[in-house]
């Protein structure tokens, strides 16, 4: 009889302390949650610095959330008088003869961050080969959507024989997003972008919600009243923490929040048949992805130029190669292909470098390392060289 009594009385323990770590993890994930749908003192400083005017390099633009500010100079950066990374101008309505213009458009990853401007790999292209020019469009944290609004907005300002469609694996993520802050709630770029919906067999705009200044005014006086509306077509303000609504104990509730957390690692963009390995293109973000790339294609065909698509891996994308011998993005890129669009793979002018440990210092900091750019650099010329559409055109204009 007191063996009986021992043991309920142990099974009892075992669920009061189920449902107080159960209570206590909801609440902390609550807490997280709700951090995650507001802004932190240091983004309100940010957005105060933007209303103002006051960023060296990255400046408001209503229509794609941020763009780079014509001549700007920030530690590393320099832009040129039209607004894209260079030290130099060009004379963008003419093709110099003998030249194969490239441009490029895309994120951080196109922009080349954390190296100086003649170590970004656009430049080194240029220093490899002088058959070559390559315009740098590439914006920090750009997604697909604001690249290919760059592209549109610029397209009738310059000549070009190829243009890059430029992407890191991440930005599938950004494609579903309307405020970084939403998506990555530490970020120092808390600002709203426009993003497109699928739409039948295409897309459809959401624009911008910010299309003024005015507006980030509104969202520091009332930010429970504005992100919102902001969120309506996000899908991270959308699919929060599930909420602890069970009536009789909260341990069936905590287990699907734990769920929902460990799901927000991949935010259910990733097939669970490929141990999260590879993207689900039935998923939203690469549907979206994918009829970007098409629609970006469509537009630089339909104005003469050769489009080309070129997904820059992550860290995480070069370690998981390395363990497991496949990319998140290799579905994107056979899905592109099938789409008559040539797509590369930029880990192969990696794939030489580094082993099964994650110390790839000579690889990645941040993004890519001065070195990392001249690997990249070297591999961009040599697939222009042996692709079908090199050849040196006549000049334009």
Same mark, same amino acid.
């Given at each position: 009889?007191?063996?009986?009594?021992?043991?309920?009385?142990?099974?009892?323990?075992?669920?009061?302390?189920?449902?107080?770590?159960?209570?206590?993890?909801?609440?902390?994930?609550?807490?997280?949650?709700?951090?995650?749908?507001?802004?932190?003192?240091?983004?309100?400083?940010?957005?105060?610095?933007?209303?103002?005017?006051?960023?060296?390099?990255?400046?408001?633009?209503?229509?794609?959330?941020?763009?780079?500010?014509?001549?700007?100079?920030?530690?590393?950066?320099?832009?040129?008088?039209?607004?894209?990374?260079?030290?130099?101008?060009?004379?963008?309505?003419?093709?110099?003869?003998?030249?194969?213009?490239?441009?490029?458009?895309?994120?951080?990853?196109?922009?080349?961050?954390?190296?100086?401007?003649?170590?970004?790999?656009?430049?080194?292209?240029?220093?490899?080969?002088?058959?070559?020019?390559?315009?740098?469009?590439?914006?920090?944290?750009?997604?697909?959507?604001?690249?290919?609004?760059?592209?549109?907005?610029?397209?009738?300002?310059?000549?070009?024989?190829?243009?890059?469609?430029?992407?890191?694996?991440?930005?599938?993520?950004?494609?579903?997003?309307?405020?970084?802050?939403?998506?990555?709630?530490?970020?120092?770029?808390?600002?709203?972008?426009?993003?497109?919906?699928?739409?039948?067999?295409?897309?459809?705009?959401?624009?911008?919600?910010?299309?003024?200044?005015?507006?980030?005014?509104? %969202?520091? *006086?009332?930010?429970?009243?504005?992100? #919102?509306?902001?969120?309506?077509? $996000?899908?991270?303000?959308? +699919? =929060?923490?599930?909420?602890?609504?069970?009536?009789?104990?909260?341990?069936?509730?905590?287990?699907?929040?734990?769920?929902?957390?460990?799901?927000?690692?991949?935010?259910?963009?990733?097939?669970?048949?490929?141990?999260?390995?590879?993207?689900?293109?039935?998923?939203?973000?690469?549907?979206?992805?994918?009829?970007?790339?098409?629609?970006?294609?469509?537009?630089?065909?339909?104005?003469?130029?050769?489009?080309?698509?070129?997904?820059?891996?992550?860290?995480?994308?070069?370690?998981?190669?390395?363990?497991?011998?496949?990319?998140?993005?290799?579905?994107? %890129?056979? *899905?592109?292909?099938?789409?008559?669009? #040539?797509?590369?793979?930029?880990? $192969?002018?990696?794939?030489? +470098? =580094?082993?099964?440990?994650?110390?790839?210092?000579?690889?990645?900091?941040?993004?890519?390392?001065?070195?990392?750019?001249?690997?990249?650099?070297?591999?961009?010329?040599?697939?222009?060289?042996?692709?079908?559409?090199?050849?040196?055109?006549?000049?334009?204009?």
């Amino acid at each position: 009889m007191r063996q009986i009594a021992y043991r309920l009385i142990l099974v009892l323990f075992n669920l009061v302390l189920m449902e107080a770590a159960a209570r206590i993890g909801s609440h902390v994930l609550a807490a997280k949650q709700a951090n995650a749908l507001d802004l932190a003192e240091s983004q309100k400083d940010i957005i105060e610095e933007v209303i103002e005017g006051d960023s060296d390099y990255v400046v408001y633009d209503g229509d794609l959330g941020w763009t780079i500010r014509p001549g700007a100079r920030a530690q590393m950066y320099a832009a040129n008088g039209f607004g894209i990374r260079s030290s130099r101008d060009y004379d963008y309505q003419r093709i110099p003869a003998g030249v194969h213009r490239i441009a490029a458009f895309g994120d951080s990853y196109i922009h080349a961050d954390n190296v100086r401007n003649e170590q970004a790999w656009p430049a080194q292209v240029e220093q490899l080969d002088p058959q070559y020019e390559v315009l740098n469009f590439g914006v920090s944290a750009y997604g697909l959507d604001q690249a290919y609004l760059r592209f549109l907005e610029n397209a009738d300002r310059f000549k070009a024989n190829t243009v890059i469609i430029g992407m890191m694996s991440e930005d599938v993520y950004r494609h579903i997003n309307t405020f970084r802050a939403f998506h990555q709630p530490g970020s120092a770029l808390p600002l709203g972008k426009p993003r497109f919906l699928l739409d039948g067999d295409g897309l459809s705009e959401v624009p911008n919600y910010f299309s003024s200044i005015e507006r980030y005014q509104e %969202l520091l *006086e009332k930010p429970q009243q504005i992100l #919102p509306i902001v969120g309506e077509h $996000d899908y991270y303000y959308n +699919h =929060g923490l599930p909420p602890a609504d069970c009536a009789w104990t909260m341990v069936p509730c905590f287990a699907r929040q734990i769920y929902w957390w460990a799901r927000t690692i991949d935010r259910d963009q990733k097939d669970p048949r490929s141990a999260f390995l590879q993207y689900d293109l039935d998923a939203e973000g690469p549907k979206v992805t994918l009829q970007l790339i098409k629609a970006f294609a469509d537009a630089v065909r339909q104005r003469g130029m050769q489009p080309v698509l070129v997904l820059f891996p992550y860290k995480t994308d070069y370690v998981q190669f390395r363990l497991a011998g496949t990319t998140t993005y290799r579905g994107l %890129l056979a *899905e592109a292909e099938k789409m008559g669009i #040539p797509s590369w793979d930029a880990l $192969d002018a990696l794939k030489a +470098h =580094g082993s099964l440990n994650v110390d790839f210092g000579d690889v990645f900091d941040g993004h890519y390392t001065p070195a990392a750019n001249r690997l990249i650099a070297r591999w961009i010329v040599q697939k222009m060289k042996t692709s079908n559409f090199t050849s040196p055109p006549r000049p334009q204009g």
